[in-house]
Every structure is written in C-alpha cells, then in structure tokens.
C-alpha cells in the first residue's frame, strides 16, 4: 500500500466468536486493512463487542452496517443459512465480500450468488483461509509436478469435538451439518489435493437427528480415474483429526494440520527423490487470507476461493448429502 492509498475499511455482520481469529487480530498486523465497524442484532452487544476489540462504529442491525457508505467491504461470519442472503445484499450495497464457509446453504443459491458477483466489480472471497498457506500452495505444488506420479487415492479428514448439541450448527435451520461446518474443509482439500472435482460414489451419516449429520464418510471418484475418501465429524469416535494424504504411482504425501498449520504442522513425501520432511512459517493462515483480501480489493490481484470454486465445493456437499439419503440445506 503506497502512502496515499487508504486502507480497506472492513464491517464484521455480527458479533462472531471466530471474529477475533480469522479477521480483528490479522488486521492489526495488516497496513492495507481496517476493521471499522460491527453490527449485532442487539446494539448493546455489538457496542461490548466493540469496546472490546477496539472498533470504532457499533449497529443494532445488519442492514444499518452494510447501508454504512464509509465502509468498503464487509466480513460475513454468520450462521450457515445467513450467508447467501447477506452476501448478495453487500453485493447490492457495493461492497465487498468475505465470508465465512460454508458459502452459502447448497450449490443453488452458491450459483446464484456466483452470477451476481459476476456481473459486479466487487471482491466475494470465501473465507478458506488454509487455502492461503504456503503449507497449502506447497502440496498443490507437489501434487502438480508429477513428483507422486499418476494420482491413485486421496484421502482428507477434518474431525473434532462439539458435544453441545445445542449448537448452532447442529441446527438444521440454520444450514447445520458435520458436512457443513467441518466437511467442506474435507471435501475441499479432496478437491484442491486431489486435482479435480470428484464424483459422490456413496457416503454414510452418522446422525444427530433424522436431518442433521454428526458424522459422514464419503466415497469419491475422480475425472481421472483415481478414487478418494473425505471424513469429516462434530462428534464421533474421531475426535480430533485433521490431515490430508495423497497416493500415486510413485510416492505418497501426508500432512497432518493443514488447517490450522500455524498451530503445528507436519509434511511428509515419499518417492523417488527419497524421504523428507518439510515445514512452513508458523504465520496464522488467517493473515495470509487477509493479505489475499485487501490484495484484490486495493490492486485487482487474484483470489484462489473464489464464488465458482464455492459453486464447485457446495456441488460435492450436495452430492454427499444425496448420497447419504439426507435432505439438502435450504437458506434461512
């Protein structure tokens, strides 16, 4: 950012615990971003909120927030089934966007929403922040040259503890679902990893309710002709499992926290060139996304999540619901 380009002045649309994670704290180390504002549906909340996060503008409404003309772009870490509704109003509103994954319900209103960004000069980024690692970037890399040889299996995970059954996400309601809120990381590092869309071969749920997913395992097939398995889980007997392993002809690679690889990470390949072990900067994948963010915002530069690759990933989550006899999420 140059000294007289200003930075991007960002508005949280609701007072999320991941907030402070995945946007407040990066910006504080970002010179091209500024939180400035959040809105909750209770004013009084979002004014603690802002007192404690030191944002200067607090809304009772959402509406008050993305109506604010000070603001540039707006961060949506809402319930699942709010996503869509309030991203094509910041995209009415000319705003940018970035949200929270899962982009929106299902593939039809992911699609809708793709058109729309589409025929708009704004930035709508989901917000898969490990996609943005170096850890990231590297396994695709190696996956692209050729170093596995012809890909046979790919197999990813995304598993850990949420026994408050009251949670929003295990409200169907809402858009809620294990596939949801930790599959689509799964089903979306099978797809980044595994160099393509997969086809749903079969899936099995392990449920909460007679709609809602505690648990899925899915069987997937390749364009290319090799096979794939996605875990993924809110409460199993996986509690924790974060980790991805790509299989080819000539070697293996293994990575255990892609996630989260600011927290501990660990690659691994096997072939030809022998056995080694590489590591990442312990950088927070959250600020690496940001740094995406203003990027295309301020300079026009690409983004890797973009709305026809959340049209793609909510294609494959349809797809596992489908397959697993299950009702597909609707919006709120």
């Known amino acids: 950012m140059t000294a007289t380009t200003p930075p991007v002045r960002i508005g949280i649309v609701g007072a999320a615990r991941i907030a402070p994670m995945a946007l407040i704290k990066p910006a504080r180390a970002c010179d091209d971003v500024s939180v400035a504002a959040v809105a909750a549906r209770d004013v009084a909340r979002a004014r603690d ?73 704004r ?15 590297r396994v695709e890399e190696i996956v692209a040259s050729g170093e596995l040889g012809k890909l046979q299996h790919v197999e990813t995970a995304m598993c850990f503890p949420l026994p408050k059954f009251s949670d929003i996400r295990y409200n169907y309601a809402l858009a809620g679902g294990a596939t949801m809120d930790a599959g689509c990381y799964a089903i979306h590092m099978a797809r980044i990893f595994g160099g393509g869309t997969p086809e749903v071969v079969s899936a099995q749920a392990k449920l909460r309710d007679g709609q809602v997913d505690r648990a899925m395992t899915a069987e997937l097939r390749y364009p290319a002709g090799h096979t794939g398995r996605v875990r993924c889980s809110m409460w199993s007997t996986s509690l924790v499992e974060m980790s991805a392993r790509v299989i080819g002809e000539d070697g293996e690679l293994r990575v255990f926290n892609p996630v989260l690889p600011q927290l501990y990470h660990r690659l691994t390949v096997r072939s030809a060139n022998g056995k080694r072990v590489e590591r990442f900067p312990r950088r927070a994948s959250y600020s690496y996304q940001l740094d995406a963010f203003a990027g295309a915002v301020l300079r026009g530069e690409p983004v890797k999540t973009t709305p026809q690759d959340a049209v793609e990933n909510m294609r494959v989550i349809d797809a596992v619901y489908r397959a697993a006899g299950l009702p597909l999420r609707e919006p709120a």
Request: proline fraction near 6%; hydrophobic fraction near 45%.
């Open 123 to 137: 930035v709508v980024m989901e917000a898969f922040h490990y996609r943005y690692h170096p850890l990231a970037l």
């Open 49 to 121: 909120f802002a007192k404690k996060h030191g944002i200067d503008t607090a809304y009772g409404s959402y509406d008050e927030l993305i109506a604010d003309p000070d603001l540039d772009a707006v961060y949506i870490p809402l319930p699942n089934g709010l996503h869509g509704r309030w991203i094509r109003a910041a995209i009415d509103a000319g705003k940018h966007v970035l949200c929270e994954k899962p982009f929106t319900a299902n593939e039809a209103e992911a699609v809708d929403i793709a058109e729309r960004a589409a025929t708009s000069d």
